[in-house]
């Protein structure tokens, strides 16, 4: 079992930052770690992805704002979103032991999400 902790949500004005974190109980060698995202009535969708060999990966819709990290000697994920507007407002979610960058049906574990909330 791995044990995934969000935090660093909250309420921003469109055009702050925010870096959200992701701390897990463990480390999966070999999977991939990964943030999502749902907006209420909204389907999930993938942001971005830290690959077995160390890369990120980006879905497609999701470039230049976001910035994904990790400290493996503290098992934490980071995401760095920059220039916050209100379509970002939304559930973020961390998920690990995944076999895909971006294809949520692959992770195994999630965390309880962080709350982001950009006003304009």
């Known amino acids: 079992q791995v044990q995934l902790v969000e935090s660093g949500g909250g309420s921003v004005q469109a055009g702050g930052s925010l870096r959200l974190s992701c701390s897990a109980s463990?480390?999966?060698?070999?999977?991939?770690v990964a943030w999502f995202r749902q907006a209420p009535g909204k389907e999930r969708e993938a942001i971005a992805c830290i690959k077995p060999r160390g890369n990120a990966g980006y879905a497609d819709s999701e470039t230049g704002r976001f910035a994904i990290s990790q400290d493996k000697s503290k098992n934490t994920l980071y995401l760095q979103i920059d220039n916050l507007k209100p379509e970002d407002t939304a559930m973020y979610y961390c998920?690990?032991?995944?076999?895909?960058?971006?294809?949520?049906?692959?992770?195994?574990?999630w965390g309880q999400g962080t709350q982001v909330t950009v006003s304009s």
């Open positions: 998920a690990a032991g995944g076999t895909a960058c971006v294809n949520a049906q692959t992770y195994t574990y």
């Open positions: 463990r480390t999966i060698r070999g999977t991939y």
